[in-house]
T-cell receptor
């Protein structure tokens, strides 16, 4: 069964304290792995797409990496405005729908 | 640029009442359209998706239905709401196997 698991469920950081979020997946034939940011009461906002092992994407303080079984979202020197829930998703085997993890809720305090 | 609109933003309905949520996309043609539900403590659950007018695929059997009367319009409906239908409903669009882009959602509370 296609599945996405994110860890930790919640993460509290001090401003400037770097860390990583994990997304592990089980799907045959990865057709794309997606990272989203979701603020409370809002829809998810697209961040990155990764397609193959070894690929990396960066945006400001965020860097996403991909291996054959998992992806990491590295947050370097986070700021309070980075506080949000980060969601990971992969296409199902048929490529018709995204399978989402439950997300990691990040809180950054100053 | 493409934009997606969902309304209403918030809805409170009694058990047994009907439901109609609407989603429209601007700035693109023939998008794939999706309805998700996000319940507290759970991930996004795909309810329906559509690759064209009148083409609806259901991922989860339930008392909800979806329709796509126009290319860029997607409607989520129910004839009789249940308490378990409460949640945050999100509409999304994509161009084929591209990232999905979400609207701001409808918070539905059933009393």
């Amino acid at each position: 069964e296609d599945q996405v698991t994110q860890s930790p469920e919640a993460l509290r950081l001090q401003e400037g304290e770097s860390s990583s979020l994990n997304c592990s997946y089980t799907v045959s034939g990865l057709r794309g792995l997606f990272w989203y940011r979701q603020d409370p009461g809002k829809g998810p906002e697209f961040l990155f797409t990764l397609y193959s092992a070894g690929e990396e994407k960066e945006k400001e303080r965020l860097k996403a990496t991909l291996t054959k079984k998992e992806s990491f979202l590295h947050i370097t020197a986070p700021k309070p405005e980075d506080s949000a829930t980060y969601l990971c998703a992969v296409f199902n085997q048929a490529g018709t729908a995204l399978i989402f993890g439950k997300g990691t809720t990040l809180s950054v305090s100053s | 640029s493409q934009t997606i609109h969902q309304w209403p933003a918030t809805l409170v309905q009694p058990v047994g009442s009907p439901l109609s949520l609407e989603c429209t996309v601007e700035g693109t043609s023939n998008p794939n359209l999706y309805w998700y539900r996000q319940a507290a403590g759970r991930g996004l659950q795909l309810l329906f998706y559509s690759v064209g007018i009148g083409q609806i695929s259901s991922e989860v059997p339930q008392n909800l239905s979806a329709s796509r009367p126009q290319d860029r319009q997607f409607i989520l409906s129910s004839k009789k709401l249940l308490l378990s239908d409460s949640g945050f409903y999100l509409c999304a669009w994509s161009g084929g196997e591209q990232p999905q882009h979400f609207g701001d959602g409808t918070r539905l509370s059933i009393l």
